[in-house]
Every structure is written in C-alpha cells, then in structure tokens.
C-alpha cells in the first residue's frame, strides 16, 4: 500500500505537470492575440507590439512557459490582461463561492442518493421503490438551468421566499445573506446530481443483491443487514465512489451554467468571461487551480477504492497482471 | 419504470419466458414512442414548418391558440415552429457527439486497460486530465477557438465524453479481466485480442450501451446549456436552450415559451434512457441468466 501510495503521488505530480504543459500549448493554439484584448480597435502596428512586449507574448513559447512556471512555483498565478489585477486573489474570492456550492450540493446528493438508490434497488418491487426509480429517471433528464428557471419563479418570483440570484457583495461579512443566496442554487445542483446518483447505486445495489457472495452469506446463516454490511456495501462502493469523483470534479468548474442562471461570481463565470476576453493569465489560472482539484479529487477516490477492495491493490502494485 | 417494475413484481417466481417479454417489450415500447415523437418532429421538421422561422405575423407574447399551437415568442415567432426546429438540433446533437464519444472512448478504455505499467498510468492520467475540463467548458473553449456553431458544440461535447466513456470503459475492462474465465481462456491459449472480441467486450457492452445513452441525454442537455449559454447553434436556428434562455424573463407572464422547450427535453431524455434500459435487460446475459 505504502510503495501504491508513493506510485500514485508521483503521477499526480507527473499528471500535473502533463497537464500545465497541455494547458499551455492549448491555450497558445486559441486565434487572437491576447495583446487584441489590451489595444483599441484599429490600434496601429506599433500599438500592438508595444501591447504585446508589455505582456510578454512577443517572447518565444518556452520562455514565456518557464516564465509561467517560475511564477507559479512562488503562488502567483499572474496578472489579468484585462483588469490588470492579480489572478490569485480573485480566484480565491472566486473559490469562496464555488467551494461551498459545490461541496454542499454534492453533500446533500449523496445525502439524498445513497439511501434512495439503495430502496430503489433493494424494494424495487414495491411501488415506492418503482416510484424512486421513476423520479430519477426523470430527475436525469431535466436541464440544470431550466430547473433553475422554475425554482426562481416558484421560490423567488411568486413565493418571495428566496432571492431570485447573486450573491452579496461583501460575500461572507454578511453570512445570513451569503447562505440564503445560495440556498436556490445548491438545491437545483444537488436535484440534478442525486437523481444520476441514484441510479449509479441503484443499478450497483441490484449487483450486490443478485450476486453468489451475498447469498452464500445468507445461506450460512447471517442476516441480511449483516451480510449486506459486511460483504454488499464494500463491493456496491467501489463502482460508486469512481462515479462520486467524477461527479465532484465535475461539478466544480461546470457549474457554470448555474452560476449563471443565479448571477453567482464563482470560478465558472470567471473562466467564462477569461474565454470570452482571450484573457490567458485568468483562463491559466482557473483551469491550473480546478486541474489541480479534480486530480486530488480522482487521487482521494482511487486511494479510497483501493482500501475498500484489495482485488485492485494486487493489480496495482505492479506485476500481478 | 413503473410499468416494468409492476409486471415483474405480478409474475410469480418461474413463469415461462413469455412473461419476461411482455416486462421487457413494456420500458422498450415506452421509450421508444416518447424518443420516437421527438424524432418524428425532427424529420418532419425538415420537410414542413407551420410558419417560416422569422414570421412575426402572430404578435407579440401571443398565448396558445389562434392559428399557433403553443402562441409566439417576445418577437412573434411562432413557438411550435421554433419547438420543432429544435427538436432537430437536439436529435443531432445528441447523436453526433454519441458517435465521436463511443469511438475515441471505448478505443481508449480497452487499450489502457490491456496496457503495462507506465503506459496505463500514463493514459489514465491523461484520461483524468480530460475529464478535469467538464464538458461545458471544453466546449467553450473549442467555441471560443473556432466559431459558435452546432458542429463545434457536438465536436467539443463528443470529446469530452469520450474521456467519460474511455475511463469508465477502462475499469469494466479491468474488472472483467480480474476473472477466473479470463485466465482459463488465456493458459487454454486464446490471443488477446480474440479474448477482448469473445469474453472482454460481450461482458462490459451492455453497461457501454446504457452509459452511452445516457451520455446522449447528457449531450442533448450539453448543447441546450451551451446555446442557453448563448454557445450553440446560431440564430435563426432555434435550439431548445436558446428558446428557454430567451424566454426566462418572461417566465411568470408567458409560462409556454418557458415550458414546452424544456418538456421537450425531458421527453427526449427520458425516452431515450427508457430504451437503454429495455434494451439492457434483453442484452445482458448475465441478467437474462438470472432471470430464467
């Protein structure tokens, strides 16, 4: 486990470093200059260079790469082209938003999903089994910003309970304002996601239930609770945990479309307006900082399925194929 | 669901096989009309349109009724027509980015999970860079590089799901090949890749078929968030996400522009994962055997 562990580390910070490179050249394949965002329309040629010295993007790619990395090493992230205000700070105020919503949504999904999955797995023949199934199902395939659109006009339009969007501007100074804000938009979150959720633990469940192991257990006389603990959940976790990353990953950066239906100053709209502004200080920095957090996240939850399962320990520890 | 649920639940233990048909036709027959309505608009949309697509002869925020199924839009277009229209978009949405995800996915999957050492670890880590960028802003990006158009939306959404389906892939493989079969058939002398066609591929496909249509209501809902984004398909071609963007601030005073989109949607989705579902019971062997 212990020279796993070490493997694993050492490929987050290869992985990492892949992925500032990736991000790099990606980011220099996009049309436009970044100087474009600085100059007026029209600016005459000499304009353009100056702009372009001024922000080092007439410098050749390599340089400007370790010009990057020697920044980041000391934690800056750069200065905005456009604002001309540092990234780092802005990312952080960023993150105060996009943290929470994000952790609270998928919080209350797994809150609602693991147990719904399970009763919809487990008393499928029931009709309120038949009916989780059913609301999932329809949970799936409903868009997060027109369930965003309705939430606003029934708890915000019409009720008044709830504001219809943004968030306070002096953020958590005022923690009353900042959380009610956020009510709405973790709710249309944690909906959308549970109702995928359940599905990946119901259909996980139904594998545990219809397996050898569980009856072998049962026939040896242990209880169903027991055996569904000892020897179900363990298998049920594995398949759901991987899905449970990819979930929070994904929910970190693509909130966006709800940070927007809600007018929230989180990282997705950042990044949002650093596309649209070609700004690549602001564009560098979010997807180094949310790259970052998805590879700690699929870190934790590869490490989590090796403890619950020693079958992939083997496999992974070199040489077991 | 219900239906299906239901059915299973009434046949007593050992019915013959009959019986598990009817169970199985009843989510394919479910599915398949409310994904085949939607489709029906979207052929029919390109032959016949109530109205052209920039006729504004209904007035303004018209209600239903009155020559317009469902009234007309802040502009006076006709709703319907725009419903329609947007039908299509979505149907080719969700198919294209399907195709681009399951080809690029399932090569990628069963290759790292075959692969040795670093290069598994090599193509994982690259898998979960990939999967860093969320769907919806790989696909601003690839808008942002080339130009705000269906082609990019579907390109874009189909290769960030190929990273989902590559690495979901690459565990059904590897949890297929932890099994004793596995090992029986390669000490009995089976090449790896008749191994992948015979054992590995029938083993893991029907979970692929269900993530994969899973993955076209995910692309379906994609393109809505990108043109509600304003990211998709330009205008005058009225995509569902566009239409419910368009129509949000007259939500409390003209709900139908607000609604029918996204019922729409739903009703794709749903009928859509219906199918998969029926379809996965009549695939699955493991499930058939369980069953019988």
Redesign the interface.
């Known amino acids: 486990m212990a020279r796993y562990l070490l ?1 694993r580390l050492v ?1 987050l910070v ?2 990492l470093a ?2 500032s490179v ?1 991000l790099f050249v ?1 980011l220099r ?3 436009g200059d970044p100087a474009n965002a600085l100059t007026a329309v029209g600016a005459s040629p000499e304009q353009i260079a100056a702009a372009r010295h001024a922000i080092g993007s007439d410098k050749p790619l390599p340089e400007q790469f370790t010009h990057w990395l020697g920044q980041l090493a000391s934690g800056d992230l750069g200065t905005s082209f456009v604002s001309s205000l540092p990234v780092g700070p802005e990312v952080a105020s960023r993150l105060n938003v996009t943290v929470p919503l994000t952790l609270a949504a998928f919080v209350l999904a797994v809150l609602v999903a693991v147990p719904a999955g399970f009763v919809a797995a487990h008393k ?3 009709w309120y ?3 989780l ?2 609301v999932s ?2 949970g ?7 369930l965003g ?2 939430l ?2 029934v708890f915000a ?2 009720a008044g309970w709830l504001p219809a969007g943004g968030f306070p501007q002096d953020g958590w100074s005022e923690p009353g304002d900042a959380i009610r804000s956020l009510v709405l938009p973790v709710v249309t979150i944690a909906l959308v996601m549970s109702a ?1 959720l359940i ?1 990946y633990v119901r259909s996980a469940t139904l594998d545990v239930l ?1 397996s050898d192991y569980l009856r072998t257990a049962r026939a040896l006389g242990s209880s169903f609770g027991r055996a569904m603990w000892r020897h179900g959940l363990r298998n049920a976790s594995v ?1 759901v945990i ?1 899905v449970l990353g ?1 979930e929070l ?2 929910t ?3 909130a ?2 709800v940070e ?1 239906v809600y007018a929230l100053p989180g990282l ?1 709209s950042m ?2 307006t650093g ?2 502004q ?1 700004d690549y200080p602001v564009i560098q920095g979010v ?1 180094f900082v ?2 970052l957090g ?2 700690l996240i ?1 870190f934790a939850a590869d490490l989590l399925q090796r403890i619950i399962d020693p ?2 320990r083997g ?1 992974l520890s ?1 040489g077991a ?1 | 669901m219900i239906p299906a649920d239901t059915l299973e639940a009434a046949r007593p233990e050992g019915a013959p096989q009959g019986g598990r048909r009817a169970r199985v036709s009843a989510t394919l027959v479910v599915g398949s009309v409310l994904a085949g309505l939607i489709a029906l608009l979207a052929v029919v949309s390109l032959f016949w349109l109530p109205y052209p697509a920039d006729d504004t002869s209904g007035g303004r925020l018209a209600g239903p009724g009155g020559g317009h199924l469902l009234g007309t839009d802040k502009l006076g277009r006709d709703l319907f027509t725009q419903v329609m229209t947007g039908s299509r978009i979505a149907v080719e949405a969700g198919l294209g980015s399907v195709l681009i995800a399951a080809t690029i996915g399932i090569a990628l999957g069963v290759l790292a999970a075959f692969a040795q050492g670093w290069f598994d670890d090599t193509l994982s880590a690259f898998l979960d860079i990939l999967i860093a960028f969320p769907t919806l802003l790989l696909a601003m990006l690839i808008v942002a590089a080339r130009s705000a158009t269906l082609g990019s939306a579907v390109l874009a959404i189909g290769l960030a799901q190929s990273a989902v389906v590559a690495r979901l892939a690459r565990i059904l493989v590897k949890r297929v090949l932890t099994q004793d079969y596995i090992t029986a058939a390669r000490i009995s002398g089976t090449s790896w890749p008749r191994i992948v066609l015979g054992h590995v591929l029938p083993n893991i496909w029907p979970t692929l078929v269900v993530n994969l249509a899973l993955q076209f209501g995910l692309a379906v809902l994609a393109e809505a968030g990108l043109s509600y984004l304003g990211l998709g398909a330009p205008p005058p071609n009225a995509s569902w996400g566009r239409m419910l963007q368009e129509a949000q601030a007259t939500f409390t005073t003209a709900p139908a522009g607000a609604l029918a989109p996204g019922v729409l949607l739903v009703l794709l989705v749903v009928g859509v994962n219906l199918v998969a579902d029926g379809l996965r019971e009549t695939l699955d062997p493991a499930t058939g055997r369980r069953r019988s």
Not at chain 1, 140 to 146: D, G, K, Q
């Open positions: 493997r490929f290869v992985s892949l992925a990736v990606l394949m996009l049309p499928r023949h029931t089994g038949a009916l199934s059913a199902q329809l799936i395939a409903v868009p997060v910003f027109w659109m309705i606003i006009a339009l019409n995928s599905r219809d398949p991987s990819i990953a994904s970190l950066l693509g966006v479309v927007s997705g990044l949002a596309i649209a070609h997807l949310s790259t998805v590879l699929g079958r992939l496999r070199g194929r």
